[in-house]
């Protein structure tokens, strides 16, 4: 079973997604144990800390807009997305959907390369690189 796809961000979106923020990604220290104390997700291949960015998405499926929010993984050494404020329009690079079997069926969960801030131009709504305001 395939477990991992790469996603095409702006062909099954259309647009840019609006940055809701980026928070470490926990886990319990003893995975068995319940009440352990949490600490944060570190990559098992040693490609740094987990992170998990919120992007909220509007796009269009069977002629209808629908609305959703992704939580993604991203690995970095130190807190990703420091440059993009909650609210801006972002792209998002090397998007991949994956599903895990669970007892009952599957879970689905996203990872990305990066987020990057955007503008929006208002006639055409085409993205194109924000500048940084460091």
């Known amino acids: 079973m395939i477990d991992r796809v790469v996603v095409d961000f702006v062909k099954t979106f259309g647009r840019p997604g609006i940055f809701m923020g980026v928070e ?33 998405l509007k796009y269009q499926a ?3 807009e629908k609305k959703e929010i992704l939580s993604i993984t991203l690995l970095s050494p130190s807190a990703p ?6 609210g801006q329009t972002v792209m998002v690079e090397g ?5 895990m079997p669970q007892e009952k069926g599957f ?7 990066a987020i990057r801030p955007v503008q929006v131009n208002a006639p055409q709504g085409q993205a194109v690189p924000a500048v940084s305001r460091q």
Do not use: Y
């Not at 068995?32 to 960015?53: C, F, I």
């Open 81 to 86: 997305c420091t440059n993009i404020h909650e």
């Open 107 to 113: 879970s689905q969960f996203w990872s990305a390369a």
């Open 95 to 99: 998007l991949e959907m994956g599903v």
């Open 62 to 64: 069977n002629g209808r």
């Open 24 to 56: 470490p990604k926990m886990e319990r220290l003893d995975r068995n144990d319940p009440n352990s104390e949490q600490v944060q997700s570190r990559d098992k291949n040693g490609g740094g800390l987990k992170w998990t960015a919120t992007v909220a």
